[in-house]
């Protein structure tokens, strides 16, 4: 016997909600998904009226029904903003000129202006170059690094007043548990923000519309919704740390489907005792991006690189960031000791 919607008690029930376990037709699951994400924008105040906002766009699933779901809000709910689409290219052949591809037609689709920004004419490299220079362990933390910046550098470029990316509960959930498993105070006590107020100079403002979304809604809304986009996964992530902590939580999932959203409250209410040191936020004495230390993270790497000393930026070497600023050379002991790749 089919299972009624348990929202309108009409029509045949498609799915079960991941979220809250009710059965509901394709309709109602359309209106609960869209309504929530208004509600998150609506309480955390995301949004004023008049503002230009860049949506992150990547073509894959989040990003997607993010501009799909912002079009739509905008206009049911008049919110005023005028929406456009930012794109980073870090350079993966077979990965992300394909995955553009998608963002070039989500651009047709929902006329959208879209600007793309490229690691190569950011920063003179693409990751496939990088990654046959630092080899598959460590991949993640340059691509990281420098796709946070690029997108920086687009909305300035964009004149935008905010970005907004298509981070869900399950990201958010993940680095929590990445920045307790590391102990990485500083990241934890901030990591489960919504949105992040101007940080400095060159920093464009950022939230989270989809913060309460679970992945695997959104992957329904896409299908459901037939919207066009990429599904593959990148093919320099697989040993990527973010990933164990993702298997962790779908376990957690499997047992509990509150799992996700438990993670995340814990990390809001998480409180850091006092006398803690926490570092002091300045900017970078080359670039003028935020950092913590004298050069900041993007420049460490980049110096790396350029130098063949590719472990330059991995791990603690802030001892020798003086060095870099003055141009001094290392001695012989420091650059064997960053040179080796036992990646």
């Known amino acids: 016997m089919p299972v009624l919607c348990s929202s309108c008690a009409e029509k045949r029930a498609v799915l079960k909600r991941p979220k809250t376990g009710h059965s509901l037709c394709k309709e109602c699951f359309f209106w609960a998904f869209e309504e929530e994400v208004h509600q998150t924008i609506v309480a955390a105040k995301l949004f004023k009226q008049g503002e230009t906002v860049g949506i992150a766009a990547s073509g894959g699933k989040d990003s997607t029904v993010l501009a799909h779901v912002m079009k739509l809000l905008n206009e049911r709910y008049n919110y005023g903003l ?23 037609r989500n651009q047709q689709q929902y006329e959208l202006p879209l600007k793309i920004v490229s690691y190569e004419e950011l920063y003179g490299w693409t990751m496939d170059a990088i990654v046959k220079q630092v080899g598959l362990k460590n991949n993640c933390t340059f691509c990281g690094v420098f796709r946070r910046q690029a997108l920086d550098r687009g909305a300035i470029m964009l004149k935008v007043d905010k970005i907004c990316t298509g981070h869900n509960a399950d990201d958010v959930a993940e680095t929590v548990l990445m920045n307790v498993l590391r102990g990485d105070i500083a990241r934890l006590r901030r990591c489960t923000a919504i949105s992040t107020t101007s940080e400095g100079e060159g920093v464009v ?26 599904s593959t996964e990148c093919i320099y992530s697989p040993n990527a740390y973010r990933g164990h902590a993702r298997t962790f939580l779908k376990d957690l999932e499997s047992i509990r489907p509150s799992s996700i959203m438990d993670v995340i409250h814990s990390g809001e209410n998480l409180s850091v005792r006092e006398g803690v040191k926490m570092p002091v936020q300045g900017t970078c004495n080359r670039c003028g991006y935020i950092s913590s230390q004298a050069l900041c993270k993007s420049c460490v790497l980049l110096e790396g690189l350029n130098r063949g000393l590719p472990k330059l930026g991995i791990g603690k070497h802030h001892r020798l960031h003086d060095k870099i600023l003055s141009q001094q050379p290392l001695t012989e002991k420091e650059e064997r000791k960053l040179k080796s790749v036992d990646f």
């Open 205 to 230: 403002p950022r939230c989270k519309p989809l913060k309460y979304a679970y992945e695997k809604e959104i992957v329904l809304y896409a299908y459901f919704k037939k919207l066009d986009y990429f």
């Open 82 to 104: 005028e929406l456009m689409l930012l794109s980073v290219d870090e350079g993966i052949t077979g990965y992300r000129d394909d995955s553009l591809e998608t963002v070039k």
